[in-house]
């Protein structure tokens, strides 16, 4: 397996994923130029450089530069109705809104509108995340209003395989998904499978299994979970730390049988705390484990305010190792 970085593999998968099938098509604002070019046919890769070589290879009826209008690229997704498989990308999840009435109203209900006779298999890729010091309108974590919506699947890789398995899978998927990626982690490097690699929506990933205490978490809150969990192993307590991969399909059975073994669940999510992934959780686990749960589940969370622009205050917003680690141990300490 080569090693490459999270933007590579996403790069190889876009690559690979349109020599297979000619009716996969890209589009977004500056995936051809851009980056201080001239934003001519440069094929540098967008801001995310996720891009790169595709126009080169594919030409302009495949590789498509949109103009600085998200509702054009959501719109433009609509040739998914007509037999394409387009791939359009939103540089800041953030801009999400701009273009919610054709995500909200059409994409996600097409299928079921048409009983079934209708097919929409649209990628929309999507930077999110604060840690990079954006400010607070290119740093929101969208993923959990996004999981609200029935029709969509959501998806969220943590490391550079898992982006190239769950985007594989993305772009042959016949519903529409919102493929939400961690900028924080374009830069991330780990071993990528060379062949074709797809891994399956709704089956989550076991980082690391324990008797004491349930982790679940998704995105770049995974390794900083991972990262408590080696921290509390020093310890001696040990921790289960589940990587959901898809919020829309959720793995309910992973989550539940992981508390029903441990007794104890810490959420950690990068939402505010109303209404996020993390409540949704701590209600799953509520309503169908509660008679297995030894302590009260905790929840990590940001703070119910928009992302800080100051380094300092952005990184007291995001949830911490040590945050992780204070939570579970309170879990433990309960009587």
């Known amino acids: 397996m080569a090693i490459m970085q999270l933007r590579e593999a996403i790069n190889l998968t876009l690559h690979q994923e349109m020599e297979r099938d000619p009716n996969v098509i890209v589009l977004g604002e500056d995936i051809v130029g851009g980056m201080g070019t001239a934003g001519g046919p440069e094929a540098i890769g967008g801001i995310w450089k996720t891009t790169a070589g595709l126009y080169a290879k594919f030409g302009d009826r495949r590789v498509i530069d949109t103009p600085i209008s998200e509702s054009a ?16 990308e939103l540089m800041f999840a953030d801009f999400i809104g701009v273009c919610l009435d054709q995500i909200w109203n059409q994409m996600a209900k097409f299928r079921y509108m048409f009983g079934g006779m209708s097919r929409c298999p649209a990628v929309i890729r999507i930077a999110y995340g604060a840690g990079r010091n954006a400010g607070p309108q290119h740093s929101q974590a969208a993923y959990a209003m996004m999981t609200a919506i029935p029709g969509l699947k959501v998806v969220i890789p943590s490391s550079p395989a898992e982006a190239k398995g769950l985007l594989t899978t993305a ?33 989550a990933r ?31 307590v040990a921790c289960d730390v ?8 959720l793995d309910e059975e992973a989550i539940l049988d992981s508390v029903e073994q441990t007794g104890r669940l810490i959420v950690v999510d990068e939402n505010p705390p109303r209404c996020g ?29 928009p992302v800080p622009f100051a380094p300092e205050l952005e990184q007291a917003y995001l ?11 309170r879990a433990l300490e309960y009587r």
């Open 319 to 329: 949830p911490s190792a040590a945050r992780v680690e204070t939570a579970v141990m």
């Open 206 to 236: 076991m980082v690391r299994e324990g008797r004491d205490a349930t982790i679940v978490t998704c995105g770049q809150l995974v390794d900083v979970a991972a990262g408590a969990a080696d921290a509390l192993a020093q310890q001696g």
């Open 73 to 88: 690229i959501i719109g433009a997704a609509g040739a998914a109705l007509a037999g394409k498989r387009p791939v359009a």
């Open 242 to 249: 589940i990587d959901l991969r898809t919020t829309s399909p």
């Open 277 to 305: 992934l993390a409540a949704d959780i701590a209600g799953l686990v509520a309503d169908k484990a509660f008679a297995s749960l030894r302590a009260p589940i905790v929840q990590v969370t940001p703070p119910h305010t």
């Open 171 to 203: 772009i042959r998927d016949d519903d529409p998904v919102l493929f939400f990626e961690p900028k924080a982690l374009y830069a991330a490097r780990g071993e990528v499978p060379d062949d074709e690699y797809l891994i399956p929506f709704g089956h």
